[in-house]
């Protein structure tokens, strides 16, 4: 006779909380990320991290947005930016602003503006 099958969770929820070690969400610099936010690697997997570790920080060799890489990695925003706020505090990888700093002041190139419409007008 065989042993009793475990009910299996098709939502996905017991897994991601074992992903996040329980966390809901995440703290400290990482609870300013947002979708547009560019992730970029600056050390390379090590033997015993997290699977989902390891996979951020081959996919992030090259800049990818948090949106990109939740799209990847199949994972929700929230628990992506758990594990990306692990990463942040051991400073495996970079969060930067997909705004340059200089520019984001200026607000939009009003020129630039002025010929897409012209150019939409001639249409």
Sequence with gaps: MSAPRRPTDPSGLE???VLTKGRSGPGGSA???DVATLIVSRAAPVPGMQHEHE???RRCRDP???AELGAHLGLPFNILAVLL???LEAGRVEARDPIPVHGAG???DLALLEEVLS???RL
Excluded: M, Q, T, W
Aim: hydrophobic share 40%; proline share 5%.
């Design 85 to 87: 706020a692990d990463l």
């Design 119 to 121: 150019g939409l007008e």
């Design 64 to 66: 990818l947005s948090v």
């Design 55 to 57: 996979d951020i920080l």
């Design 15 to 17: 897994r991601y909380y």
């Design 106 to 108: 200026r607000g939009p």
């Design 31 to 33: 609870s300013s990320l």
